[in-house]
């Protein structure tokens, strides 16, 4: 692992399970000032010739899109597992988005839908390649599943954009989803 990807999965943590360890004051939208960030990152050995500029060629470089710098403020796009829910603002997704999941898991999903479990939000995925390699994270042969956001949105199910490759939804209905063949 390069340093830029250390980097990333130490500001993931901060940023989406654990801003109290780095003292760090997030706003109900999950933002954190970017020299709040830094100045608790400089506090370890490891971390402490970071600045601004690191953080952009972190986020610009990263294959995942997982946190965005605006205005001195940084904040995680997605997977939140601290008790403060991070608002978002609901967007129209696209027509199909996909879930990929270990096949032990699909039973209960056919039954209760998708639920965030630990998260704050289900996470969706805009193409199949993306859920197919989140699946695997859990089974060698994950099972995809097709969700019909559209049918989903006008029913009334909130959809917000993760980045451009991770959908969020509060749950997903049973009803809305259905096995790729």
Not at 124 to 140: C, F, M, P, W, Y
Request: proline share 4%; aromatic share 8%; charged share 30%.
């Amino acid at each position: 692992m390069n340093k830029l990807e250390e980097l990333s999965k130490e500001i993931s943590y901060a940023l989406r399970h654990a801003p109290w360890e780095y003292e760090l004051e997030m706003n109900e939208e999950g933002w954190v000032p970017v020299e709040q960030l830094l100045d608790a990152l400089h506090r370890t050995d490891k971390w402490s010739n970071i600045c601004e500029a690191d953080l952009h060629e972190m986020i610009e470089k990263s294959e995942k899109k997982r946190h965005e710098l605006v205005g001195g403020k940084i904040r995680a796009f997605y997977g939140h597992s601290m008790p403060m829910k991070i608002l978002k603002k609901d967007k129209m997704p696209p027509n199909v988005l996909y879930h990929g999941t270990a096949r032990r898991f699909v039973e209960s999903i056919s039954k209760n839908g998708l639920l965030p479990q630990s998260r704050q939000y289900v996470h969706l995925s805009q193409d199949i390649e993306t859920a197919e390699n989140v699946g695997k994270r859990h089974d060698d042969k994950p099972c995809i599943l097709i969700i019909d956001a559209k049918t989903a949105w006008n029913d009334g199910i909130k959809f917000y954009l993760g980045n451009e490759k991770v959908w969020l939804a509060d749950a997903v209905p049973g009803r809305y989803i259905r096995k790729m063949q």
